[in-house]
Structures are given as C-alpha cells and as structure tokens.
C-alpha cells in the first residue's frame, strides 16, 4: 500500500526538479512556488492526457510487454511533463502579465 505513495512522491520531486532547471534555463521567469506549482499542474495534466492515449494506441491488454514499449513510454511521460509543463507556464505569465 505505501508503495504507489513513494512513486507519486519521487514524480513530484523529479518533476520540481525539472520545473526549477526550466524555470532557472529561462531569462523572463523567476524561481517562486508559484512557477514550480503551475509547472506541476500543466506537466501533470498533459501527461495523463498522454498515458490515456499511449494507452489507447498501443493497448494489450493493459499492459506493456516489450522493453520497446517501456522505453517509449518512458520517452513520451518525460517529454510530456517537459511540454506541459512549459506551455502552462507560458500560458500563466500570459494570461496574468507576470
């Protein structure tokens, strides 16, 4: 039972990391809570919205069985919490001239 606790806390914690080296890499943006909690949510959102249809295109039966599938998994969850992430924040500084 405590395990899929430890997972959710170890996302959260390599997702602030890349939220802070993102927000660190961009001259406009400056490193406060706020940005690492929007970071979050958008990175969060786009990558249930990516795992739903990685699901969906290459579903066996809930499960990923070749290690070709894993990786590329892998490399879609990372390159989707990178987009979301990224994309949230650009929406939110628009949005709220920040």
Do not use: D, R
Not at 27 to 42: A, R
Not at 80 to 97: E, Q, R, T, Y
Request: positive net charge; aromatic residues 18%; glycine residues 6%.
């Amino acid at each position: 039972m405590i395990l899929p606790l430890i997972g959710l806390i170890a996302s959260v914690f390599l997702c602030s990391l890349v939220a802070i080296v993102t927000i660190l890499l961009h001259k406009k943006w400056k490193l406060n809570l706020i940005n690492v909690v929007v970071f979050n949510f958008g990175a969060l959102c786009l990558f249930i919205l990516a795992s739903y249809l990685y699901g969906q295109i290459f579903n066996n039966n809930g499960t990923l069985e070749t290690s070709y599938a894993v990786i590329i998994y892998f490399f879609t969850a990372f390159i989707s919490l990178i987009l979301g992430g990224f994309l949230s924040l650009v929406f939110f500084h628009k949005i709220f001239k920040i």
